[in-house]
């Protein structure tokens, strides 16, 4: 009954890895190696240093927004009405 779980298993790949460190075939990677990698990596406060923050759009008064603008394009539309 537990066989066809066994094919949708989550696990394995983490259990294959376990396997394979138990036996000796993982290799870790160099220190050295990994001290490069990491020491190339700018600082977290120039990162987020340069970050620009949005506009955000504040609606404030929406209902009398909408009527300057309802009246400024009334005002742009009756020149064209009567060309």
């Given amino acids: 009954m ?3 779980f066994r094919n949708n298993d989550q696990a394995k790949n983490l259990r ?3 396997q ?4 000796g075939l993982l290799q ?5 190696e990994l001290g490069e990698a990491i020491s190339s990596l700018p600082s977290r406060n120039e990162v ?3 970050k620009q923050t949005r506009m955000k759009w504040k609606i404030k008064y929406p209902f009398i927004r909408l009527l300057v603008f309802l009246f400024v394009v009334f005002i742009l539309l009756i020149p ?3 060309l």
Avoid: W
């Fill in 80 to 82: 064209l009405y009567y």
């Fill in 16 to 18: 294959q890895r376990m």
């Fill in 2 to 4: 537990e066989e066809p």
């Fill in 48 to 50: 987020h240093k340069s």
């Fill in 28 to 32: 870790e990677p160099d220190p050295q």
């Fill in 20 to 23: 394979d460190e138990e036996r």
